[in-house]
């Protein structure tokens, strides 16, 4: 293993690994304090910037390293109900791994002009499928912008400022253009009185039988609490019916009698053609659509890996469960005139359900963040929704179990 050669695990490469690693996830923890100031952003994230572009190979693994560590650590919480606290520390050492070497790719050509145009690709890269390791996410709480064109200026400024040494003062020149002097469209709220309960429903309670009725009478509860308030639409959790709910014809058959009252979205699991999948369900005006999960979890509702060890690891871990089945392409849902897409958690986080919008302003985003609490998950999760609100121009309606619930526009 590289990282236990004494060239790789020396003083000064993990100092400096380390030391660019808490520059570049410094913003997480600022806002998981609700400390987002701009200026602060602002500079650390370009000064880690600057060292993860001078970093020799052995440097970027021990920065990838931390980096895994930093940004990823909540992954391993959900272990806890698995009853798999044993593996947690596998479990953080595993993905620290991974994004080591995948660092140590990034500058195995000891070339500032290769670690640049390698940087920037790896902002395209899904390991596994998972896109939460966004290096331009760094500025979404700063001055510079969080595209594409903006990341590559900042690169293409150090590259200079590092080659052309008498003109460093065109390099500081150039991070002008990777300001942000952009504009978020002025999105109106739509025409709708929503009811978005804040639920805190834990975990370890969530799928035990004992404490289903409970929880099913305490969300037609909160339905009844928007109906005397004269909501237009409630939005309840991802999974607030922990159950595959449309094989209960009673609790169909209440929902639906209570949609000639008032619209419905509320998040839980639905049959078909012996598929099971993760989906919201809107119930309007006497009768129900379903919106069926796109983006599956890597690692927690698929394997992103060949089907024997999909077999192998669903054997071990999770008692020969299979995988979630998945959706083609995103569903829209028309609400009292008006036009939402649906998103289940992970995948309001990535590219794919923002893909054909056309005239859709409107986003319903379900989470059960309950997890991953307490992490910095549900922060990291916040960010995201930052940046995706003003990368699509979309006003997200983000409705949470174990985290607060939130409006991005």
Not at 1 to 13: A, I
Not at 56 to 67: D, E
Not at 101 to 130: C, E
Not at 248 to 263: A, Q, T
């Amino acid at each position: 293993m590289f990282l236990l050669k004494t060239k790789y695990f020396n003083k000064n490469n993990i100092i400096k690994g380390f030391t660019t690693a808490f520059l570049l996830s410094c913003f997480i923890y600022l806002a998981y304090f609700n400390i987002e100031i701009k200026i602060i952003n602002s500079i650390l994230g370009i000064i880690g910037i600057y060292l993860l572009l001078s970093n020799n190979k052995y440097q970027m693994a021990s920065s990838g390293f931390f980096m895994g560590l930093f940004w990823c650590n909540w992954m391993a919480v959900s272990l806890q109900y698995y009853d798999l606290i044993y593996i947690f520390p596998l479990v953080l050492i595993g993905i620290s791994l991974v994004y080591a070497l995948i660092f140590y790719i990034l500058a195995i050509k000891n070339s500032i002009y290769f670690k640049a145009i390698a940087i920037f690709i790896f902002t395209f890269i899904a390991p596994f499928g998972f896109n939460w390791m966004k290096l331009e996410l760094i500025f979404v709480d700063s001055y510079f912008s969080t595209s594409k064109i903006a990341f590559i200026v900042i690169l293409i400024s150090f590259v200079i400022f590092e080659v052309l040494k008498k003109y460093n003062f065109l390099a500081l020149f150039l991070l002008i253009f990777a300001l942000d002097f952009s504009k978020k469209e002025d999105i109106p709220a739509p025409k709708l009185d929503i009811f978005m309960p804040q639920t805190y429903v834990s975990q370890d309670l969530k799928w035990q039988k004992e404490n289903l009725h409970v929880l099913i009478e305490d969300n037609f509860s909160l339905i009844q609490t928007a109906i005397n308030e004269k909501k237009d639409l409630i939005i309840l959790p991802e999974t607030s019916f922990a159950l595959v709910l449309n094989t209960k014809k009673d609790l169909m058959h209440r929902l639906i009698e209570l949609s000639n009252e008032i619209n419905i979205v509320l998040g839980s699991l639905y049959y078909e053609n012996k598929e099971i999948f993760n989906a919201t369900y809107l119930f309007k005006q006497g009768s129900f659509e379903v919106a069926k999960k796109v983006v599956l979890v890597p690692f927690g509702e698929e394997i992103p890996l060949p089907k024997f060890f999909v077999d192998l690891i669903n054997n071990i871990f999770y008692d020969g469960a299979v995988d979630y089945s998945k959706a083609q392409k995103p569903t829209d849902f028309i609400i009292n005139d008006t036009k939402f897409r649906n998103a289940i958690c992970y995948e309001g986080t990535t590219d794919k359900i923002y893909e054909n919008l056309d005239d859709v302003k409107y986003i319903i985003m379900t989470s059960n963040n309950a997890w991953f609490t307490p992490s910095i998950e549900p922060t990291l999760q916040h960010l995201l929704l930052k940046y995706y609100s003003k990368k699509y121009s979309v006003m997200i309606f983000h409705t949470v179990n174990g985290s607060l619930n939130n409006i991005y526009k």
